[in-house]
């Protein structure tokens, strides 16, 4: 017997991961799922907790609207003792006073009761067979044959006080409202129909049709109530999705803190841990490349520890700057402020770059405008600034390129900085992306010279933290300029020589001790204008 042959296997690419849904569409199936799963369980079409709050509301409007029931049957009772027996109009007035009393119980007990839904179906079985009690009451003295004498616009318009008066108070329940006036109407409408007059015609179709526009007018009731039910129900709905929202943020912030954290704490570490063998690597290296204890044998050796000290310098550098970004981050930066000469910075920046710009081929300018004051600044900050900055431009400008050093005033009386060269550019889309840690933008990628993509947040940092402002101007294959601002708060203008304490006129105490605190504070500032 022959095997059978087995089928060749098909490949089969795997199943790409559904995409993700969107938040409002994942919203709106709940919200479609929900609805349908009310009304399954609802008895009258609506949520149940609507259907519990609808019969509460019910509840609460017979209840209050008591008296005014109580004055309406006594009323009628009255008036129409009239036309009948008093013996049967009292007999009336006490049984309608019963069931208005057996109505009102069955509210109280109601409202008392703890909700659940077989209750609530229950309840409203109650309330509707209570109701149609109530409306077959009425009827038994609308229709009474003594009131024949009565005329039918009495009639009428005792019938519109009941289907009126009804209808309000059962408004939230418009089942047990039809069940209170839809008996009375019918009754009155046939009782003037079966007399075989036009006028009773016509008293039988307003009746009809006053029924109709009371139900209607129930309805409406019923449906704004409903809409308003419904619109605090979405209004606690938002309530409780922003608290869970604002508690998965509260979460995600103390996971965000806890990992800064442990990042600042792992940095600090590493820092130590690198730095003492990076410090060796530096100093053994420096020896072997300066020959110190005599001349390598293989000259290529005193090549190769030239390139181990270069790579040690590189690496302590961007060790250095990790640090100083973590603690610019952490809020742990301190700046040491004195008397800052932004023009002194920028050159002295440009000399120690001059020679690297020079091997490129690249010609810096100078634009300074003399005389300016000094800044209350932190010198390193500002040093590194420049650095960072005029290390890009040179690091990006092709051969014989040319940067700007600008530096002067501004319209507000603060001073500025600017870096501008000819290289070639940033994409408008990528400036974000370089400003941010460790961005580096397609250009940066492709050049020959990679960074870490720590220069510019860190001197975007720093500036901020002086109260500056850090601009980032750039245009594909034309050139980048950065500018940066000072605010006028911290230009330190000279001040005048200040006049003898012996002129003076003799100062009352809290005005001497305000002079002291005032000399105080501008001190630094007339050393720096002075020096």
């Not at 019969?55 to 009323?75: E, G, H, K, P």
């Not at 100093?283 to 005599?294: D, L, P, Q, T």
């Not at 440009?350 to 710009?357: P, S, Y």
Request: glycine share 6%; net charge neutral.
């Amino acid at each position: 017997m022959s095997k059978p042959a087995e089928k060749p296997e098909v490949f089969q690419p795997p199943a790409e991961p559904p995409a993700p849904v969107p938040v409002n569409a994942r919203r709106a199936a709940q919200q479609r799922v929900r609805e349908a799963r009310d009304k399954l369980t609802s008895t009258s079409g609506t949520r149940p907790a609507f259907d519990r709050e609808l019969l509460r509301q019910y509840a609460q409007t017979r209840i209050s609207a008591s008296l005014v029931v109580i004055l309406l049957v006594v009323a009628t009772g009255v008036l129409f003792g009239l036309w009948m027996q008093p013996i049967t109009a009292a007999a009336w007035t006490c049984g309608m006073l019963c069931v208005h009393a057996a109505i009102t119980r069955h509210c109280v007990r109601f409202l008392a009761e703890q909700p659940s839904i077989p209750s609530t179906r229950k309840w409203r079985t109650r309330f509707v067979l209570l109701d149609l009690l109530y409306g077959l009451c009425w009827v038994t003295v609308l229709i009474h044959p003594a009131l024949d004498a009565a005329s039918g616009a009495m009639i009428m318009f005792l019938m519109l006080l009941v289907i009126a008066v009804s209808s309000m108070l059962s408004a939230n329940l418009p089942v047990a409202a039809l069940a209170a006036t839809a008996p009375v109407t019918v009754a009155i409408a046939l009782n003037f129909m079966l007399s075989g007059t036009f006028d009773n015609y016509v008293l039988a179709a307003l009746a009809l049709a006053a029924e109709g526009y009371f139900a209607l007018l129930a309805h409406r009731l019923h449906s704004t109530t409903l809409a308003t039910l419904e619109a605090r129900a979405e209004k606690d709905a938002l309530i409780g999705e922003l608290e869970q929202a604002k508690a998965i943020s509260d979460e995600a912030r103390h996971r965000a803190e806890a990992a800064n954290v442990a990042k600042s704490r792992f940095l600090a570490q590493m820092s130590h841990e690198l730095r003492t063998p990076l410090n060796a690597i530096l100093g053994f290296s420096e020896v072997m490349k300066s020959e110190i204890f005599g001349p390598h044998t293989v000259p290529v050796y005193k090549e190769y520890s030239a390139d181990i000290h270069n790579s040690g310098v590189h690496l302590l550098n961007l060790i250095n700057e990790i640090l100083d970004l973590s603690r610019i981050e952490a809020g742990r930066y301190e700046l040491n402020e004195e008397a800052v000469s932004l023009v002194h910075v920028v050159a002295d920046c440009h000399h120690l770059l001059k020679l690297r710009a020079s091997s490129r081929g690249i010609t810096i300018y100078e634009v300074f405008e003399q005389g300016m004051p000094r800044l209350w600044a932190d010198e390193r900050a500002i040093r590194q600034v420049v650095l960072n900055l005029l290390s890009n431009s040179i690091k990006f400008t092709p051969q014989g390129g040319e940067i700007w050093l600008k530096a002067g005033w501004t319209a507000s009386g603060g001073q500025y900085l600017s870096v501008k060269d000819t290289g070639s550019g940033i994409p408008e889309n990528e400036i974000p992306i370089v400003l941010a840690s460790f961005g580096q933008g397609s250009n940066s990628i492709k050049s020959a010279e990679q960074g870490a993509g720590l220069g510019l947040p860190i001197a975007k940092n720093l500036i901020d933290m002086h109260g500056g402002t850090f601009t980032l101007k750039s245009k594909l294959r034309i050139g980048t300029e950065v500018i940066v601002t000072f605010p006028p708060e911290r230009v330190m203008s000279a001040l005048g020589p200040m006049s003898d304490e012996a002129d003076a006129p003799p100062l009352q105490p809290e005005t001497a001790a305000a002079d002291d605190r005032r000399r105080l504070r501008r001190k630094p500032i007339m050393s720096a204008g002075t020096g």
